[in-house]
Structure formats: C-alpha cells, structure tokens
C-alpha cells in the first residue's frame, strides 16, 4: 500500500523537526547495519525487505521520537530474521538501541502451547518489557501498523488471525496509550480483513455521502471559524468523518443503518490557550443546545493516559447532533501521538520501571501477569485492563460476558437471552440475592432466577444500559399492552352487540360483516380494531352502530328530557319508596344513584317513578311538585350491579387504560364501557362506566384507583 519507498533522508527530517539539535549519525548508521543484514532479502510483496524497518522508523520519527527509538526501529528485525546477533547490536549501537531491539525480538519468538497459552505468553512478555521500556512497545506498535498495511499479501487465514489479535491488543494498547490516530487506522484496517463485507458496505454507504458530507462539514467550519472570530478567538476548526469501525460499532450498538446515523462527523477546534478553550466551549453552548451527560472536560480532569481536551455533543440546526472536541495545540500532540509525545522529549533520559508506572493500569498489568500464571486467567485480566469502558462478568457455568460499564442484572440476563431477561425473577451476585438494578462489576459471578410468571417491569427501562435489554423491554411491553387492549376491546365491544341482540363470537366466526366494518375504520384486522376499542380510540357504540346501521339507531344513554326506563328484570330490587310501594320504579341514567347515595324520586306523566340522586342536576330543573322523597330499604339486594360513571385523571402514558381496567378487574368490578383522550395540559383522563353493588363497594374501588402512582384523581359523573 506504500507509495513512494522511504528514503533516509525522510526520516533524518522527520527527527529534526522534533529534535532539531539532534545526533542523526546513529541512525545512518543503524540504516546502513539494517540495509546490509536485510541484504537480498524480500518481504511477501516482492518489495525489499528494507522497505519495512524504513517504514517503521518513518512512522516512530513522524511521532516525534528520538535518535535512539528511530533507530531501534531500523534495527527491530536484524536479531530475529537475519544473521545479525544482538552482541553486535549492543556493540554498535550501545546498550540502550540493543535493550529496545532485544525487548521486540523477545515478544515475536514462538512459544510452544495451544493458541491460548501462545497468545497469553505473548501478551506477558509484551507487558514485561514495556514495563521495562515503554519504547518497545511504540516500536511494537509501529512494526504492526506497516505490517497491517501491507497484510493483503498474507494468506487469507492468517490476515484474519493477525488482523483480530490486531484488534484486541494492539488497538486497544494504542488507545490506552493514548495513540488515537493509530488506533483509529489499526481498527480500520483490522476491520477490514475480519469483516469484509460489513466494511465495504459501510465504505460505499460513506462514498455515496460524499458530497453531501463535504459540503455540511464546509459550511460548519466556516460557521464555527466566523463565530470564533466574533468573539476574537484565534482557533483552527477542522471536521472529518469518524473511522469505519467506530461508525460500525455505532450501528451494532444501536441496532440502526447508516442512513440513522447521524453524527458521523466530528468536528475539533484547536486553539491557542487553555482559558480559550473554555471560552470557546461557551459560544458553542450559546450557539447550539448541548446534549445533556455529554460535556466532558479532560482538562480539568486529564485521563490516565494524559489525554486533554474538551469534549461536547450538541443538537445541530437541523436537529443532528454534533460531536466537537476543543483542545490547545499541546493538547492536541498528545492526543494524537498519546505516550510518544510525552517520551520523545526526555530521549536521553534513562527509561525505569517508574515510567511505566505513572500509568497506573500498566503497572496493575505488570501486576496482573506476575499473578495469574493460568494464561486464560491471564488473557481475561489484560482485556479487563484493556477496556475500561467494559464490565466482565462469569455465569455460573465460567462463561464470560462482555457488557458495558454500569449495565445492570437485567442487562445480564438478557445478554444471556431474551427468554432469560423476560423471565427474570431475581438474581444472586457472588452467592448473594441482590435487587434486579444493581450494577455489574468486574469479576461478578451472576446467577439469574426465573419464573415462568415474571415478565418485564415498565420501571426496568429506568436503569438498563445496553441497547438489547431496552429494545427487548419495549418489545413486550407492547406486546402485553396490545393483548391487554385486544382482550378489553373484546368484552367492551361484546356488551355492546348484545344490546343489539347479537353475539360478537358469531360475528367474529362468519366475519364479512365484522370485516367491513374493520376495513371503513382503516384497520387491517379485527384484532387491531378490538385493540382501538381497548385503547379507548374507538367507541364500541360507533361499531355496533356500523354493524347494525339498518336496525334501529341504538340509543347512547344521551340525557332523555325524562330518563329512559329500565325494563323488565333490570328493575332495581330492594328500592323502597316511602308510600308508594305500588309504584312502577327504574333508576334514572342520568345521575345512576347506586344503594348508599341521599335519593329523591320524580313522578312521570304515567310511567311510574323515576330514583335520581338527590343532588342530580337534572332533577333540579324539573317541576318540584313531582319530587316525592325516597329512601334506600336497607343496602340493596346482594346480587344486584348498579352502573356508575367515573372519571380518572392521570399523568398520560400509553396504555394508561389498560392498566386502569386491571386495577378495576384487581378491585373486582366490570367495566362496560371506556373512553380515554389526552389533554392539552399532557394528562390523561379516562371515563368508565363500571358496575358496583353499592356506595361502600365504589368507595374500594376509588381506593385502589388512587393507589396507582399515575393517577391524580378519582372522582364520579353524572351518568
Ligand atoms: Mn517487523
């Protein structure tokens, strides 16, 4: 993939650039040594072998490294793959260039073992000698860069064998150390043998963004460059598009296509001084609504890996949202060359353990490999160090499990699968039962119980982290509503043909007319107008009425100037008025007086008394002379439902009346008929027509209504 062959003299000028009072002989000589032990040999790209320790010189010295790590790296394949011994190394170029060029040669050697123990020895003889010397790793990391970029003239298997240990150490180390821009094209390239097609895709998906991308990305610099400017702010803004792999990584996450994707560029603003940074930060969070939880300062408080910047995320113009990184120049070295910034300028400084320590998690994996001598133990704890932003957790059985920082035991149940995180009753954590919320941490030994009865809690959605526990959550929530609502529709709408004489079974079985009346409410099946009924966004009386049109209009319980009379069996028993027992009696549907309520009677023009309440509006606008008192005998009969209408106002949620009616099913009563809307104010309210045996059996239901943490109120209608 190179281009142009490195020459020398490209490399003496890289170092001067950094080290302008510099030493370079020792590389000439170091190139010349290099270039005789390499003699006649050639690498799989039919290139000199030269051209790679040229390469990974080029690369240490563009990271701002001195004579010495630049040599190393001209020097880094002469022991192992040529007939150079490290004595001569030593006696050339002194023990400091030999200590770095032993260092590498020690990580390549083979080990005998299965691919587990290779791997883990490998790894520990990587963290012994950059704890020992930190540039042996930078020349490590810079052999694995040329050599990922030249992989295409590998055999198939072992670009992928190479390219997913690329991933998992050399990446990762590279973050750590704070290397972005190489781990950024590690991943990329690792990316790019490991997963093929996902790349491409994702490669064409940008390509065909181009246009569109550039010209955003142009308009706001030039915003950003203007707005900096206004308030005398010197600074470089830059844009560019996010690596593959992280873009890759966002889609995985978030279960989206490239077209959902929104923040796939990041913007960076470089400028003079720390206090600009600051308020630099401040006319970007005046221009733009910043996203709440994602103003980090790395300033105030540098990552272990002397990362400083500022870091913002904020709702663009058109509603996207825009990642912007604000840093000085200094800042901005580091975070691009990380740990080879900061070395390059003590060169001539003697490297010691201390070094590698001021970095505590390369001293906790020095730590770490002289402990754990298991090499799967060993492999688990350098991944643990590797990836701060990730918890590991065992299952019972020893299975690890990868899942984010702060991800709680329903994240872990569902990671382990869907069924196990629906049905997740409760969960032990090291032996000991804790509550579902708790987070993960490293090590944990989780033990997830279910239960056949247990199934997602709505609360569940407060506290899990990862993308596959919500987006299953969501899942069966609104599977369970829509049952809910489907199963309510149903009776509603049962009540409701029944008045018309008919049964909803029947209608269902022989369909046609049913199916009409399902197409002229623009619903695909029966089950989504049943749902419509239950949610309340379709009245039962509007279908029956559709289904019946040439019977009869039904007659919706509209305020009668004389209330409609209850017939035949429906007559309320146990109703006694005072002196008139002989009289025909009904309740009236406008107040709907259930036993326990102050009654008054009102005499028709000859169809008997009508019981209202005493306080009933519509009583009061009638003739008085026709008002004749009454009075409940005792509580009512035993068996006898009285309907009444209430309402309940309640914080709005979906599915809002599906919970209510369980409430009211818990409470024991049937409901015959329900309305729900939403108003202006984001409240719900609800209307029921419900079934009671008396005052004391509405006031439980009112009750256990108002225990509902949603509900704001309970009150009574007229009917
Ligand atoms: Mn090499």
Redesign the pocket.
Do not use: F, Q
């Given at each position: 993939m190179a281009n142009r062959i490195i020459r020398l003299q490209d490399i003496v000028e890289e170092v001067q650039k950094f080290h302008p009072d510099s030493d370079t002989s020792l590389i000439e000589k170091a190139y010349i040594f290099s270039a005789k032990a390499h003699e006649g040999q050639l690498r799989l790209s039919g290139e000199p072998y030269l051209s790679?320790?040229l390469e990974?010189a080029y690369l240490l010295a563009k990271m701002g490294l001195g004579p010495v790590t630049v040599s190393s790296g001209l020097l880094?394949?002469t022991v192992e793959d040529s007939a150079a011994t490290l004595d001569e190394v030593e006696e050339y170029f002194g023990e400091e260039v030999a200590d770095v060029v032993n260092g590498v040669t020690k990580i390549g050697q083979l080990v005998f073992g299965d691919r587990q123990t290779q791997q883990a020895e490998y790894i520990r003889k990587m963290i012994l000698s950059m704890s020992h010397d930190i540039r042996v790793l930078l020349v490590k990391l810079a052999?694995r860069v040329?050599?990922m970029r030249t992989l295409g003239f590998m055999e198939p298997a072992k670009q992928k064998r190479i390219a997913r240990e690329t991933l998992e150490i050399y990446a990762p180390l590279a973050g750590r150390l704070g290397m972005f821009r190489l781990k950024a094209e590690l991943e990329d390239l690792s990316f790019y043998y490991l997963e093929p097609e996902a790349y491409q895709q994702i490669q064409e998906g940008l390509s065909r963004k181009t246009g569109a991308l550039e010209k955003y990305n142009r308009e706001m610099c030039e915003f950003l460059r203007e707005k900096l400017e206004e308030h005398h702010i010197k600074g470089e803004v830059s844009g560019r598009v996010k690596n593959l792999y992280s873009i890759y990584r966002k889609l995985q996450a978030q279960q989206i296509t490239l077209d959902e994707l929104y923040d796939l560029l990041a913007f960076r603003i470089i400028v003079d001084t720390l206090s600009d940074c600051y308020e630099t930060l401040g006319v970007i969070h005046a221009l733009f609504r910043p996203v709440p939880g994602r103003l980090k300062d790395y300033i105030g408080m540098p990552k272990a890996n002397m990362y400083q910047s500022i870091h913002t995320t904020v709702i663009g113009q058109g509603g996207e949202r825009l990642e912007i990184q604000i840093r000085t120049r200094e800042m901005h070295r580091v975070a691009e060359e990380g740990i080879a910034a900061h070395w390059s300028y003590k060169e001539r400084r003697a490297y010691h353990e201390k070094d590698a320590q001021r970095f505590s998690w390369l001293k906790q994996m020095v730590d770490l490999q002289k402990e754990l001598k298991n090499p799967q133990e060993l492999l688990e704890g350098v991944r643990l160090e590797l990836y701060p932003d990730e918890v590991y957790v065992f299952t019972p059985t020893g299975d690890v499990k990868e899942l984010p920082r702060g991800a709680t035991l329903v994240d872990f149940a569902y990671a382990i699968h869907s069924e196990v995180g629906n049905r997740c009753s409760g969960a032990k954590v090291n032996g000991r039962m804790v509550p579902l919320r708790t987070e993960l941490q490293n090590g944990d030994t989780v033990e997830v119980t279910t239960s056949p009865h247990h199934h997602p809690s709505r609360d569940w959605l407060q506290f899990v982290k990862t993308t596959k526990a919500r987006h299953k959550i969501r899942q069966w929530l609104k599977v369970a509503e829509r049952e809910q609502s489907v199963a309510l529709g149903k009776e509603l709408l049962e009540r409701e043909v029944r008045k018309a004489g008919a049964s909803l079974q029947k209608l269902i079985k022989e369909g046609d007319e049913l199916k009409k009346v399902v197409q002229e409410f623009s619903f695909r099946a029966i089950d989504d107008l049943l749902a419509a009924i239950g949610h309340g966004k379709v009245s039962p009386g509007q279908v029956s009425n559709r289904l019946f049109r040439n019977a009869a209009p039904a007659v919706e319980e509209a305020p009668a100037l004389e209330p409609q009379v209850k017939r035949g069996k429906e007559e309320p028993a146990g109703l006694k008025i005072k002196d008139l027992d002989d009289m025909l009696m009904r309740l009236a549907n406008c107040c709907q007086p259930i036993p326990g309520d102050a009654i008054m009677g009102y005499i028709t023009r000859g169809k008997g008394v009508t019981i209202h309440r005493a306080d009933c509006p519509y009583l009061a606008s009638t003739e008085t002379f026709r008002h004749i008192p009454a009075e409940w005998d005792g509580g009512g009969s035993p068996n006898k439902l009285y309907p009444v209408k209430i309402q309940v106002v309640t914080v709005d949620k979906p599915g809002l009346l599906a919970d209510i009616t369980s409430a009211l099913k818990i409470a024991d009563v049937n409901v015959t008929k329900a309305s729900v809307e939403t108003t202006a104010e984001n409240k719900g309210v609800a209307q029921f027509t419900i079934q009671v045996a008396d005052q004391v059996h509405l006031e439980k239901v009112f009750g256990a209504l108002k225990r509902l943490k949603e509900v704001i109120s309970v009150r009574r209608m007229m009917g």
């Open positions: 790679h320790p990974v880094h394949d052999d040329h050599n």
